[in-house]
């Protein structure tokens, strides 16, 4: 394991985000043996006039006012401000000159000279250079240009260029792979992967199902994470509940982040659609637990079609059947979930699911274990020494 490095990573999500994706999961563990400054989402998506972002800029101002906020001996989180408009060149010319002056006195202060800049975000070009970086690794798991609350034609371009200044760039689908190889200087395929250990907690019989989905009638179709609008097929989930009034769909996230609330109050609306919010994390298990079966009910667009959903082993990891829309990174595993091009193939597909053996799971938490985090480390850290031993040289 990499160990000893001064790591600055610049993220796309809040650090207490209640659903973790790969920043969290992986700063953690490098800060195990690492020291790691995680800078919070600078706020690429354009800002909506509602009491989830009133109340997100006000968190996020306090944040700023306490500096750098220290979670253990070697991980410090910032909260940067900066103006979320950046289509305009002048904001973004701004923005960027105030983080690199912001992380310059962080680096100094925290005592953390050539470090290794980890970006999430394309802005991470700019930074290039200015904080004597040993290393400069884009970590790409989404087509963020894709993402309709994000300028498109700006992100993109910020992308060529750190695409082709990144020593090393890791991709987590293979549409991902296909459309930034040929401007990366190297690049790597890493699907995403699971907390597998945690997770497997839901085989524990005396792990409680939390009282909110307790009360819910089965069977439950349990969806975790995002709730957005240019995620997941909201009619698809609406005809579902309406066919099959008898069956209760659970969403568990953050709902309509950065839209409108007209966007969610459609599913709303049905009795048999239970929105509860976002749950910590280390509450997962138990979630999972009380669904019967677990849903990718994606839409199919730009940003969906690059994506490995992260939630994919962990739903395999709960043993738990997994019925989704046809997502191409999905493809080498179709033996183990179920998947749907109609809305009338996913009810059929449920229903198959419901009505199967159960010891089928036992297959799905083999391959989940296969794809751990533990193992997952164990490959970064061999690219990312090999890279650092051709920078000493």
Not at 134 to 161: F, R, S, T
Not at 230 to 257: C, N, Q
Request: proline share 6%.
């Amino acid at each position: 394991m990499i160990k000893n490095e001064n790591i600055i990573c610049i993220s796309s999500a809040d650090w207490d985000n209640p659903y973790w994706t790969n920043q969290q999961h992986i700063m953690s563990r490098l800060a195990r043996q690492n020291k790691v400054l995680y800078i919070e989402s600078m706020g690429l998506r354009r800002p909506v006039l509602q009491s989830k972002d009133i109340k997100r800029i006000g968190r996020r101002l306090k944040r700023f006012l306490q500096g750098p906020i220290k979670i253990n001996d070697n991980l410090y989180i910032y909260s940067p401000i900066v103006l979320p408009f950046y289509k305009f060149g002048l904001v973004r010319w701004l923005n960027h000159r105030i983080m690199i002056a912001a992380l310059r006195q962080l680096a100094k202060k925290l005592a953390m000279p050539a470090p290794v800049l980890w970006s999430y975000i394309p802005n991470a070009v700019y930074f290039k250079g200015k904080l004597g970086e040993k290393l400069l690794v884009y970590h790409c798991v989404d087509e963020i240009a894709a993402n309709p609350l994000i300028p498109g034609n700006v992100i993109l371009d910020m992308e060529k260029g750190l695409l082709a200044a990144a020593d090393i760039t890791l991709v987590t689908s293979p549409e991902l792979y296909t459309t930034k190889k040929p401007l990366a200087r190297e690049i790597h395929y890493l699907p995403n992967v699971a907390d597998v250990e945690h997770i497997l907690k839901v085989q524990d019989p005396d792990l409680q199902i939390p009282a909110d989905l307790a009360g819910i009638v089965h069977p439950v179709l349990g969806f975790i994470g995002a709730v957005s609008n240019y995620k997941l097929d909201f009619t698809l989930l609406k005809t579902i509940a309406y066919e099959r009034p008898a069956w209760s769909i659970v969403l568990i996230g953050a709902a309509g982040e950065g839209e409108k609330a007209a966007a969610i109050t459609q599913l709303r609306e049905m009795p048999n659609i239970h929105i509860l919010g976002g749950r910590p994390y280390e509450k997962l298990p138990n979630y999972l637990k009380g669904f019967d079966v677990c849903l990718l009910p994606n839409k199919l667009n730009e940003y969906t079609r690059k994506m490995f959903p992260m939630k994919f082993f962990e739903y395999l990891a709960s043993g738990r059947p997994v019925v989704s829309t046809t997502l191409s990174s999905l493809q080498e595993f179709k033996e183990y979930f179920y998947q749907a091009d109609s809305s009338a193939e996913f009810i059929r597909n449920i229903e198959l699911a419901l009505a199967e053996d159960a010891s089928i799971g036992e297959k799905r938490i083999a391959l989940a274990k296969k794809y751990s985090w533990t193992s997952r480390m164990e490959e970064i850290s061999l690219l990312l020494e090999e890279k650092l031993k051709q920078v000493i040289r």
